[in-house]
């Protein structure tokens, strides 16, 4: 298997655990930095339902590997991470967390990344499945983000299989797209179903008059999660397609 962007020697970058307090939590990334001293564009990437794991330091590894101080954030340290072999307890504690919370908490991720020396200031946002829905509302309604790339982040018109909202998630994703405050570059899988190509093409209209670059792009025989090489959903032509479209948008909005 072909894995886009691997990074053959991770051991040559610069890489740590690291902690940060707010609002009452200590919050918790694995930084990857490249091997030369000086300052990059800082990079968040939030992973998905499962939590995190050693498929996001890999890709804080292959972030950093062109040019960013690359930080996987551990978005469940406020509530605790789930059992990734439970799938219950991922998807119960995928609904726990609470978006206005979690913006909040996103936002502070950022502060923190500007604020070390490795960085230039300028800070994108990666997310996952969960973790790009995430993205998305932190992105539209805060000025955290100087880019986001969501890659197929689902419950875009709904809070949980049963409900339209919840108190933890109490608006729909797809009502707060006006707000949008940052470039943003939407992921889809033509296979996918939530979320699916006619909401891709949903999405293109409601942001068609918001001031800000918007690239959605849908990739042929990608389902859902096909850039997660560590999982069966993995899609390897889709994968090596997608990986220079996000460093070429990221470098557009990031480093230039």
Sequence with gaps: MSVAGEVQSPESLRTDDVTFETEGATFEGYLALPTEEGQYPGLIIVHEAFGPGDHYR????RFAAQGYAALALNLYSRIGAPDPDDIGQVVAKMFELDDVQTSRDLAATAAYLRSRSESTGRIGVIGFSSGARASLIFACTTDGAD??????????????????????????????????????????????TDPSPAEAEEMRQRLASVDQPVEIRVFENAGHSFFADHRETYSEAAAHELWPVILDFLGRHLTS
């Design 58 to 61: 890999d890709l804080a590894h």
């Design 147 to 192: 880019a986001l790339v969501d890659c197929y982040g689902g419950f875009l018109t709904k809070a949980t299989f049963e409900a339209a909202v919840t108190g933890a998630r109490p608006a729909q994703p797809m009502d707060l797209l006006e707000g949008l405050r940052c470039p943003l570059l939407a992921v889809f899988g033509s296979e996918d």
